[in-house]
């Protein structure tokens, strides 16, 4: 038994991603492409992806200590079931042969906090538990913060609700909030694939997490929804300027596909600001 899967798992089970990997073979997706995708919005991620046969790349609902406060990073997944004496005992033997943190069970969200690096996002399924299931505090929340600078997601509760809204550097996702300390679940896997939502989350997916939700986006299509949104930005600057200029109307503009002239003015403007 093993808390993380071995590095040729890793890759077999990401095998449409060639480039970069972690230790451990987590996809890398480079730095240059998570910046390009900050500020892009769920709807112009949702676009390529869909088009790639990826229907299921979204999840919405969560409450957030920081709102407002979006963020992109890698996925690091962690999977949580409810306490089952026999099978902790598996876990806590696994965890001791790889010297993880600890032994206890209150330890055992601390193995994934560890693991995290910059600019990767924690992807927590809890299975929705709240009471008990809160999977941060302001401590744990601060060490989020301190080794990845963007946040997490958490399909479950956080405590210290109001010291970790002291914590504006990140935003952490969750499902509720409640005083009670984590207890009564145990870790089956770290790096694993985990549900969010209606969502299959695989380790080294892009996580895009807004206000409006969570897009997550495979990494072997990370670069080709970057080109897309910035085509749609450049689109949308280009069609309110002329919108508000009244070169258009609203009906040429807003269409799934412009005319021969509106485009042809479109890629002129486009090599003008070049």
């Known amino acids: 038994m093993q808390i993380e899967p071995a590095e040729s798992v890793m890759t077999a089970l990401t095998p449409r991603w060639v480039g970069e990997r972690f230790p451990g073979g987590r996809p890398r997706v480079s730095d240059e492409v998570l910046d390009r995708l900050r500020g892009i919005t769920v709807e112009q991620a949702w676009k390529p992806m869909k088009h790639a046969g990826y229907h299921h790349q979204f999840a919405d609902g969560w409450r957030e200590t920081n709102p407002g406060h979006s963020f992109v990073g890698r996925a690091v997944t962690a999977q949580f079931l ?9 876990i806590l033997e696994a965890g001791r042969r790889e010297e993880r943190s600890g032994g206890e069970v209150v330890k055992q969200n601390w193995w994934v906090v560890e693991s995290l690096e910059h600019n990767d996002v924690m992807v927590v399924d809890l ?21 990845t600078g963007t946040g997490a997601i958490i399909q479950g509760g956080i405590r210290d ?45 892009v996580i895009l997490a807004t206000s409006a939700g ?33 070169v ?15 485009e042809s003015d479109f890629q002129q403007w486009l090599l003008a600001r070049r």
Do not use: C
């Not at 409810?82 to 902790?88: L, N």
């Not at 970790?164 to 009564?184: C, K, M, V, Y």
């Not at 258009?248 to 002239?261: G, K, L």
């Open 161 to 205: 609700a109001q010291g970790i809204a002291e914590i504006t550097t990140i935003n952490i996702l969750h499902q509720g909030s409640h005083p009670t300390g984590i207890g009564d679940v145990t870790i089956a896997g770290l790096n694993v694939p985990v549900r969010l939502g209606g969502v299959t989350v695989l380790p080294g997916d």
């Open 214 to 246: 969570v897009s997550v986006i495979p990494p072997h299509l990370a670069e080709t929804v970057a080109a897309h949104a910035e085509g749609t930005q450049m689109r949308d600057i280009f069609g309110k300027s002329r919108l508000a200029d009244r």
């Open 127 to 147: 299975f929705g538990k709240i009471e008990h299931g809160t999977f941060v505090g302001d401590n744990l929340a601060t060490a989020v913060s301190t080794r």
């Open 248 to 262: 258009y109307t609203s009906a040429e503009i807003d269409i799934p596909e412009w005319s021969h002239e509106v």
């Open 82 to 90: 409810p306490f089952r004496p026999d099978f902790d005992e598996v």
